[in-house]
């Protein structure tokens, strides 16, 4: 399978990331300092962390976060590596095992619904929302262009449990859409799973951007 890569001129350029008390930050070409979306969304998780570190234990948190981290940071650099065409046989025949098990399991995926790619950790930001981040790939699926997010996890997602994943990829779609001019509405969240068979979620923007923006002016209230 070999895909086709589509270099956009307004995306060439990337932001310098700052580590802050309050989170991550990226600064902008204009210069302007805008909180990453994973920050301003994880600010709202906080509670139910603490809680799940103190029923769990410190060194047991630890561990879990660990491995799910290095799980997916893999997992990530594998599929660039795919959708890039430099995943050849010697590539996957070291790769670990569970991280090539996770991609098989997306592999059929990708090579069944992406088309022509415009992004891959690219850096993104918006000056009407005052947010910023790095997306996983900016496709077509199915023939449509779309955010696609790839996840890992031990096992099965409930959609109940990851609104944050869309709200996520929705200001990704918005930040992708002021800096090109070409609009998102699709966006896919692929999720290999350890036990269990793969998940992919297709669904429409629209419905996130309400709680997203409430989420990023809750922010910019409590951190100002």
Known sequence: MTFEYIKLPELDFDLEAVTTESGRQY?????????SV???????????IYEWRARVGEEEA???????????????TVC????????????MQTMMPNIKELFLQLRPELDQNI??????EQALY?????????????????????????KTSSKEKW?????????????????FGEITGKPINKLVVAIAV??????????????YLPQLKQYIAKYYLTNN
């Open 159 to 175: 959609e109940d449990g990851i609104l944050n994943y869309f709200m996520q990829c929705s200001a990704y779609a918005e930040m």
């Open 62 to 76: 630890n561990k879990i976060s660990g491995k799910a981290s290095r799980r997916g940071t893999a997992l990530h």
């Open 27 to 35: 600064k902008t070409p204009n210069g302007n300092s805008y909180p």
């Open 194 to 207: 350890e036990e269990g068979k793969p998940q992919i979620f297709v669904r429409d923007k629209e419905p």
């Open 115 to 120: 088309g022509k790619i415009y992004s891959l």
């Open 80 to 91: 660039e590596k795919y959708l890039l065409n430099e995943m050849n046989e010697l590539r």
């Open 126 to 150: 918006s000056d009407g929302l005052k947010i910023a981040g790095r997306v996983d790939c900016i496709a077509e699926w199915d023939g449509e262009l779309a955010v696609i997010d790839f």
């Open 38 to 48: 994973t920050t301003v969304l994880s600010s709202y998780n906080k509670k139910a």
